[in-house]
């Protein structure tokens, strides 16, 4: 009781305490706001649309979540979404960050499939009344709901994805790219790689440590460099959009500050975990410490090449600068001391650095995610410094809450945090940061956390037919942000 007392006195002393930047916000800095298709649109089987992978192992199995919940229903968006864009257009943001459900318009996934005519209108109506409203489309390509037909063929396991991603991407290009130019190749490969085909923890569920994980994000950035090749030559000079990839960040800092050890372990699970994505697409191969330890590791335990399979001197030079802007979603910051624990194959022991976060740093409702907002400076320097100052759109930010939350004082406070430490990366480090976007919108369905965790700046009743929408504190601090440029 006391020592709740106590982390209760001190976070409020925080709160009280903290002042944020007084920059404004650069003139043509951008503001917008994310969800994804899974997420919030609902209508699994209406509308002509096919099984993506988490329906179809929801539906197999619905302890995979929590609270049991799926994402059959979630904000209803498929028909709710004209409120979705009257939120947009209150809060005032320019551009809405939002994915398309591949099995929407290839129901059934590869180059064999007839476009699903119904799939096409819904987001053609979209797009046309965000576009009506001065909302310009960030279209995610791959929000992780991969069709179950392609993972039937093992997913992305089996390189032949590959092809079939380069066709529905085309697909989204030929349709919507008279309108959208701006493209976001993917979402976080480490989380439904690394998570979906490692750790068996998100669909398709596939546990293969040490090896699912590098087999499928290998895969993936092919697929992604593929893509953005054939935007390029395609369609770029007719269309004239942008394509970029988005890689999610966590920052580390040595946990004893002063230790060489930790800030070698510190700057080697950045390289392990931001790395492994961002150095083929900015410089061309996985960053040399991931290729030489997980060799000598997969040696040691018998196998007979390194289980980190290897790009080609021709995929190396397609994939290397495949990007007009990286996404970057920032959550948390951890502290890192280097482990021994090699025995077993795993991203972990391959990697070789323990993660923690210490109490005493404010928690939210999700456990991974704790107060640390200088972490996004720390981030944004260090891709300024290693890949030569890239345009850096911040496509998520959040907290979460676990319960009603319209007075959501800590998710103010910490989206707060983060917008401050832009500015300051901005103006006192100059890094080239183009543009903001918080997670989320919407409450939506959080994967296996089902409804019981909230990310929304707009609260969702997910027990009324209607899903009624209130914005929340958040959302008018948001709104006085970006109408006024500067932070409260
Ligand atoms: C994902 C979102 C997710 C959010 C909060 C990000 O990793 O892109 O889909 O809801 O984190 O967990």
Not at 180 to 200: A, L, P, R
Request: hydrophobic share 35%; charged share 20%.
């Amino acid at each position: 009781m006391f020592l709740w007392k106590s982390t209760f006195c001190i976070f409020f002393f925080h709160l009280a305490s903290t002042q944020w930047s007084n920059y404004s916000f650069p003139k043509d800095f951008i503001f917008g706001i994310t969800t994804s298709a899974y997420q919030i649109e609902g209508a699994w089987s209406e509308g002509g649309k096919g099984l993506s992978i988490w329906d179809y192992d929801l539906h197999q199995n619905s302890s995979l979540v929590v609270d049991k919940t799926n994402g059959d229903i979630a904000c209803n968006s498929y028909h709710r979404w004209k409120e979705d864009v009257e939120l947009l257009k209150h809060l005032g943001v320019n551009f809405y960050r939002f994915s398309i459900s591949w099995t929407r318009i290839l129901p059934l996934g590869g180059k064999d499939t007839k476009i699903n005519d119904e799939g096409v209108k819904y987001y053609n109506e979209l797009i046309d009344n965000l576009l009506a409203e001065e909302i310009l489309p960030y279209i995610t390509i791959y929000h992780w709901d991969l069709p179950q037909v392609l993972q039937d063929k093992g997913g992305w396991l089996n390189e032949t994805l590959i092809e079939d991603y380069v066709f529905y991407a085309r697909t989204l290009f030929q349709l919507f790219g008279d309108r959208v130019k701006h493209w976001i190749t993917f979402n976080e490969f480490f989380q439904f790689c690394e998570v979906g085909y490692s750790d068996g923890q998100r669909a398709p569920f596939v546990s293969s440590p040490g090896v699912g994980g590098y087999q499928c994000s290998h895969n993936a950035l092919l697929a992604h460099g593929r893509a953005y090749r054939m935007y390029e030559k395609e369609f770029k000079s007719i269309q004239g959009g942008n394509v970029g990839v988005t890689v999610d960040g966590s920052w580390c800092d040595p946990l004893t500050p002063t230790s060489e050890s930790d800030q070698g372990a510190a700057e080697q699970f950045t390289q392990f975990n931001y790395g492994w994505f961002t150095y083929p697409i900015l410089l061309g191969n996985y960053p040399p410490i991931m290729i030489d330890r997980i060799y000598v590791l997969s040696k040691q335990q018998g196998y007979e090449s390194s289980r980190l399979p290897a790009f080609t001197s021709e995929e190396i030079k397609m994939i290397k600068g495949s990007y007009d802007f990286l996404g970057l979603n920032y959550y948390s910051t951890y502290l890192c001391t280097f482990s021994d624990n090699f025995s077993q194959p795993s991203f972990e022991s391959d990697c070789g650095v323990l993660s923690s976060q210490p109490e005493s740093w404010e928690p939210s409702a999700a456990d991974w995610i704790k107060y640390s907002p200088w972490g996004l400076r720390e981030l944004l320097v260090w891709i300024k410094e290693h890949f030569n100052n890239p345009p850096v759109l911040i496509t998520e930010n959040g907290w979460a809450y676990n319960s009603l939350d319209l007075d959501d004082t800590e998710r103010i406070h910490y989206l707060n945090g983060c917008l401050s430490e832009v500015l300051k990366a901005i103006y006192e480090k100059e890094c080239n940061v183009i543009g903001y976007a918080p997670w989320s919108l919407l409450d939506t369905f959080e994967w296996t956390m089902g409804y019981t965790l909230k990310f929304g700046l707009v609260h969702v009743d997910f027990e009324s037919a209607n899903r009624t929408r209130i914005p929340k504190r958040s959302y008018n601090m948001f709104r006085n942000i970006i109408s006024s440029r500067r932070l409260e």
